[in-house]
């Protein structure tokens, strides 16, 4: 006789699949319906997506791992389940980014934080490739935020942009994220104007 050893995650899917299958042959069999004519399409298809959504969540636990990532950062249509099941799945930090144009967005961002499944939250400019536009967006928006996520504030931040992050105030702005204004070219940092502007923010250089 052999053992077969799975962890909690692992248990836990195999569980939520005998569930469904239960579920499913349970309803069908209530409703007078021959076994034999069952259309098992809907319990296959839930079982196929269930293992991609495993696999997903295996993948960047992976890339985490391999990678030494401190924190995750979600920069897409996640939603708050998925976001927490991503938190406890790779058991770092997430960091939330949404995308901002106007006060609705401003709202939807307030009650995803409130569900403090991202452990920050990242407001970058709205747009339809999800950032990377260097466009920033209207600042004063961030008056509205109200929940006790802390966050980064990015969006076309560039070189000429030190007087503007001296000068804003917010209690839940922990820091900034610097990227397409620092570029040389797409995923490459210009490191040297990276070192003068973190200088000049900080007041070590004028």
């Known amino acids: 006789r052999r053992r077969v050893l799975m962890g909690e995650d692992v248990r836990d899917s195999v569980q939520r699949m005998a569930d469904h299958v239960i579920d499913f042959a349970a309803g069908?069999?209530?409703n007078g319906e021959d076994p034999a004519e069952?259309?098992?399409?809907?319990?296959?298809?839930y079982l196929e997506n269930l293992c991609n959504h495993h696999g997903l969540l295996e993948g960047l636990k992976g890339q985490a791992e391999a990678l030494g990532l401190d924190m995750v950062q979600l920069h897409?249509?996640?939603?708050?389940?998925f976001?927490?099941?991503?938190?406890?799945?790779?058991?770092?930090?997430?960091?939330k980014a949404f995308g901002i144009s106007n006060l609705a967005d401003m709202a939807e961002a307030n009650a995803f934080a409130e569900a403090t499944c991202a452990d920050y939250?990242?407001?970058?400019?709205?747009?339809?490739?999800a950032g990377g536009s260097g466009k920033q967006f209207d600042w004063s928006l961030l008056g509205h935020y109200t929940a006790p996520t802390p966050?980064?504030?990015?969006?076309?931040?560039?070189?000429?942009?030190?007087?503007r992050?001296?000068?804003?105030?917010?209690?839940?702005c922990i820091g900034i994220d610097l990227n397409s204004r620092f570029e040389t070219s797409p995923g490459h940092k210009d490191v040297s104007a990276l070192q003068v502007f973190v200088s000049r923010i900080r007041g070590n250089e004028k």
Request: glycine fraction near 6%; proline fraction near 8%; aromatic fraction near 10%.
């Open 76 to 81: 897409g249509s996640e939603d708050e389940p």
């Open 151 to 163: 966050f980064l504030l990015s969006g076309g931040i560039g070189p000429s942009d030190t007087e």
């Open 28 to 30: 069908n069999w209530l």
């Open 38 to 45: 069952w259309d098992w399409t809907q319990a296959t298809n």
């Open 121 to 129: 939250m990242l407001f970058d400019t709205r747009t339809p490739q």
């Open 165 to 172: 992050i001296q000068a804003f105030r917010h209690p839940r």
């Open 83 to 95: 976001c927490q099941e991503v938190k406890e799945h790779v058991r770092r930090p997430i960091i």
